[in-house]
């Protein structure tokens, strides 16, 4: 079974605006990821938060984590058509199963040059 | 580094063949998983590992799919016999506990199709 839900499923932007997406999940978690993945590639590790901490920045991604609401966004600010990609949060399985990372089901995301 | 290896990158098969698929994970990971990816049905974990020792592999579908790691640099998810539903892209991946802990190196998968 699927722990998070992204929102929305696909999203189409002008370069040089920001993306946001949001991913929900239903159990308690110790960590949240983000993962890119690119047409036809493996999944690539973007950003990862913890449950005690709100806001992470990395370059231009901003991640969010409210675990009262059991969500997360994440920014990408200043897209740029390379940007263009699927992304998924991943949750792992808090204190019973730190390992057990389930994966959203993704937002496409389409960058117009 | 080199990586997640993983191979085939692409196996076309007829049902009821057998199907190997292989990983080779970053030297001194110490986990390693396996997840199914259709669109359908997104990302699924079907099983990982500790230490060569699987932990959880409640997401392995049928008894049709087995998973083995013999040691810390190899493992094998098999599919006998295969069913067109099993077609999709296979991927593997690796995590070290310590240092980065949490991340997942990705290879760049297998994609099986089952006609």
């Known amino acids: 079974s699927q722990q998070g839900e992204e929102d929305p499923q696909a999203l189409s932007i002008q370069e040089g605006e920001n993306a946001t997406m949001n991913c929900s999940y239903k159990?308690?978690?110790?960590?949240l990821q983000w993962y890119r993945q690119n047409s036809g590639r493996g999944l690539v590790h973007l950003i990862l938060?913890?449950?005690?901490?709100r806001e992470k920045h990395s370059g231009r991604l901003r991640v969010t984590l409210d675990t009262s609401k059991k969500s997360s966004s994440l920014l990408i600010t200043a897209s740029r058509a390379a940007d263009t990609a699927s992304y998924f949060c991943?949750?792992?399985?808090?204190?019973?199963?730190?390992?057990?990372?389930?994966f959203g089901t993704g937002t496409r995301l389409k960058v117009l040059a | 580094d080199a990586g997640v290896i993983q191979s085939p990158r692409h196996e076309v098969t007829e049902m009821g063949q057998e199907v190997t698929l292989r990983c080779k994970p970053i030297?001194?990971?110490?986990?390693l998983f396996w997840y199914r990816q259709t669109m359908m049905r997104g990302l699924e974990l079907l099983i990982y590992?500790?230490?060569?020792?699987?932990?959880?592999d409640s997401g392995m579908p049928e008894d049709r799919f087995s998973a083995k790691m013999p040691n810390a640099s190899f493992s094998t998810l098999k599919i006998q016999p295969s069913e067109p539903r099993d077609s999709a892209v296979y991927f593997c991946?690796?995590?070290?506990?310590?240092?980065?802990?949490?991340?997942?190196?990705f290879g760049e998968g297998s994609r099986l199709t089952v006609l």
């Open positions: 991946a690796s995590s070290r506990e310590q240092g980065r802990i949490g991340e997942l190196f």
């Open positions: 159990t308690s978690i110790n960590n």
């Open positions: 938060i913890r449950s005690n901490e």
């Open positions: 991943a949750t792992d399985g808090g204190p019973s199963g730190t390992y057990k990372y389930i």
């Open positions: 030297s001194g990971h110490d986990y």
């Open positions: 590992f500790n230490n060569n020792v699987p932990i959880d």
